[in-house]
């Protein structure tokens, strides 16, 4: 049996920037691995900290954001955590948010301390839309951390309280992030150029 350590960076992988011939030109490499995780534990202590003394209901955005919140959720010590996912979609298929953010089911937040967990951070419509609605439910307070910002794309003006990077305006998949359902299994956050 093999034990992992965090230098399983130098296991063996498919290389993003020769995907082989099946994808064209291929995703490549924005954010490795390596840095993504020590940055996703540098959160897990500062939302420690930031939420220490509560019990705070973390809602997680899918499909995008399971890869990063599995890590971060792992990285963040409070004993008493729950739990929820919800849908919250302005993709649909496409490469920029298109439109208003559907949003599914939200569980109880009245008189609780929220932690607002999203992939990206681009339009801004999303997360201002969820953000005002929980704010609607009487939430005590909501603190919002995103894996990546894109200010970029920004169409409403919303600023998440936690960044793990600022990337550039360039449309990325890997660890959780997708193209219709394509490349979410890749360890590094890549660019793709439809």
Do not use: W
């Not at 954010?31 to 534990?41: K, M, S």
């Not at 499909?63 to 409070?78: N, P, T």
């Amino acid at each position: 049996m093999t034990l992992g350590t965090d230098d399983d960076d130098n296991r063996t992988r498919p290389d993003p920037a020769n995907p082989g011939p099946s994808l064209g030109p291929g995703p490549r490499t924005l954010i490795p691995a390596p840095r993504i995780r020590r940055r996703v534990r540098q959160l897990g202590r500062i939302l420690t900290t930031a939420l220490a003394g509560r019990s705070p209901l973390c809602i997680t955005l899918l499909d995008g954001c399971f890869c990063f919140a599995a890590d971060l959720l792992r990285s963040i010590a409070i004993p008493d955590l729950q739990v929820h996912f919800a849908r919250a979609s302005s993709y649909l298929g496409q490469t920029t948010a298109q439109q208003t953010p559907t949003l599914g089911d939200l569980p109880t937040v009245s008189g609780r301390h929220l932690l607002l967990l999203d992939d990206i951070l681009d339009s801004g419509a999303t997360l201002d839309a969820l953000y005002r609605t929980l704010t609607d439910h009487g939430a005590s307070s909501i603190t919002t951390c995103v894996l990546l910002d894109k200010s970029g794309q920004r169409r409403v003006p919303f600023t998440a309280d936690h960044v793990g990077f600022v990337i550039p305006n360039r449309f990325v998949v890997g660890y959780g992030l997708d193209y219709r359902n394509r490349f979410r299994h890749l360890p590094d956050i890549c660019t793709l150029e439809p």
